[in-house]
């Protein structure tokens, strides 16, 4: 859920803009609260984004459609910004293609972009020149040795801003708990083809959608060892296809076939390239381990190549689809027990010391990752001598002078909760928090003027177990009726209001229970 605010003056911009992906309390998506960044919107000349990842762009839909504000992106990141803004039927949003290279005058903040190594195609890293120095964002990075085709670190552009002298760096802290570097794009590649020569039947190759270079890697196997490709799922098609469009990939006619046609060919014939690495509800790869998809079926034999990491709080799910693949006779390959059919996007800590040692920074600030990542990082700029450091956390603001480097303050900020496009309010996810944990008991009251007419309803769910259930409900509605058959409400708002504090004071004391309890006037005359 990337995004940082950048204050020079009068004028603010916006690092990136997005999303993560969950299923807490029945959500899809959680992207930050931009309450502070739109109360500021009178400053707000730009939102820059570093790369097309979904934690980079995929908040820009909801934000945009309360503040319009020029959008600045790479062309892969531009293509797949257009796709987002089109599913939410956002017209006339100012973006603008900047590639590596390009330099925008913003206000009163000069940005330059430079190119970086990553898991997705043309990502970039930010040099920003302000009244007190320059500053440089990395963007999620890596620095490959022998990067493939299409890859690019403008090295000889770095140095040269660190000869000139660099103020602060903000740096990608992702990595900085595996050792040495990372594994090159080129050698999962080679992994790759060696496992899919070796395997007899069907292969699936699951794998992150955004990642062009593996993608482009994984269809030129499989023309070359004469399979045909199904691409499983939306976001590995639409991938592909901006892949196609920006010439990422070559033409590919004749090697693609549609699910349907899968079973038409022989098992040592077909490879499936699927996203849903991450084990979500919906995808294609979840429904081929259940074996519920409908134009799809894995046999035992096949082969599951999980060419990904697990990214932190997905364990469950992932290991989930493994062990259903496994207890169905599948063969499933994955980074744990072959580390080499995976290569992370984020630079390992020798790359982070290299980019330090590139631009040799007055300051230095690490960015992304959690607060162990980043303290870890602050270890490796410890090391190389940088004497100016500061750990930062949500909400913190950071003042940067020509002299010094301070947290000054902290504005709010939170997490707003998306159900299909709409965002959740807190009410809403505290009902569903409390239902989720502590269940949901409903009570039903009907007036005659001013006093109960009948005995009240009680409805329990995930309170009480079936057994008894009926008892217990019957109990609380006598409660009910005995506490406030006296009583006159002015309105039935304050009926309802009175049932629930009734029927909370029951619960807390006689069951030590806090469900979410809700009343309705359902029969007022």
């Avoid at 009410?427 to 502590?438: I, N, P, Q, W, Y």
């Amino acid at each position: 859920m990337n995004c940082a605010a950048v204050v020079c003056g009068g004028t603010t911009i916006a690092i990136d803009c997005g999303i993560g992906f969950t299923d807490e309390d029945g959500a899809d998506l959680v992207h930050p609260n931009f309450d502070w960044l739109q109360a500021r919107q009178d400053s707000l000349r730009a939102i820059v984004i570093t790369h097309g990842h979904e934690d980079h762009i995929g908040a820009l839909p909801y934000f945009l459609k309360k503040v319009r504000v020029p959008v600045y992106a790479p062309p892969y990141a531009a293509a797949l910004i257009e796709d987002r803004l089109a599913e939410h039927r956002l017209k006339d949003i100012d973006l603008r293609v900047s590639p590596a290279g390009a330099r925008e005058q913003i206000g009163s903040i000069s940005v330059e972009r430079f190119a970086v190594h990553h898991s997705i195609a043309d990502a970039t890293g930010l040099i920003l020149d302000t009244p007190v120095g320059t500053v440089v964002h990395t963007g999620d990075f890596k620095i490959e040795s022998d990067p493939c085709e299409g890859q690019r670190f403008d090295r000889a552009r770095l140095e040269e801003v660190g000869r000139q002298g660099v103020r602060l760096l903000l740096s990608d802290s992702t990595g900085a708990d595996v050792e040495g570097r990372s594994r090159l794009e080129l050698e999962a590649e080679a992994a790759l083809e060696k496992w899919i020569s070796r395997s007899p039947n069907r292969v699936v190759v699951a794998t992150f959608s955004s990642n062009a270079f593996r993608l482009r890697a994984v269809l030129r196997i499989a023309k070359e060892q004469g399979r045909k490709v199904c691409l499983l799922g939306m976001s590995v098609n639409k991938h592909t296809e901006t892949a196609r469009t920006l010439g990422l990939i070559p033409p590919i006619d004749g090697l693609l076939i549609p699910p349907e046609e899968v079973s038409a060919l022989r098992r040592n014939e077909v490879l499936i390239l699927a996203g849903g690495t991450q084990g979500e509800r919906a995808s294609g790869l979840t429904r081929l381990a259940r074996d519920e998809h409908s134009r799809l079926q894995l046999d035992a034999g096949d082969t599951v190549i999980f060419s990904s990491r697990i990214i932190p709080g997905n364990e469950l799910g992932v290991l989930d689809m493994i062990n259903r693949f496994e207890r169905r006779g599948l063969e499933v390959i994955t980074r744990d027990e072959h580390p080499e059919v995976h290569a992370s996007g984020h630079g390992s800590r020798e790359e982070q010391r290299t980019m330090i040692q590139i631009l040799r920074p007055e300051a230095f600030v690490p960015v992304h990752g959690t607060h162990h990542h980043q303290r870890r990082h602050l270890e490796l700029a410890a090391e190389e001598g940088i004497e100016q450091t500061r750990l930062v956390e949500n909400g913190s603001v950071l003042e940067l002078t020509r002299d010094t480097l301070r947290v000054v303050d902290t504005v709010p900020v939170g997490r707003v909760y998306i159900d299909g496009m709409q965002p959740l309010t807190e009410e809403v996810m505290a009902e569903r928090r409390a239902m989720g944990s502590d269940g949901l008991i409903t009570v039903l009251l009907s007036l005659k003027g001013d006093r109960l007419r009948h005995f009240p309803r009680v409805l329990s769910r995930g309170v009480f177990g079936a057994g008894n259930r009926a008892q217990v409900e019957r109990k609380i509605a006598e409660h009910i009726r005995d506490r406030l058959k006296e009583r006159r409400f002015a309105s039935p708002a304050e009926a309802e209001d009175a049932a629930i504090e009734v029927t909370r004071q029951l619960l807390v004391h006689n069951h030590r229970k806090r469900p979410l309890i809700m009343a309705d006037v359902n029969g007022e005359s």
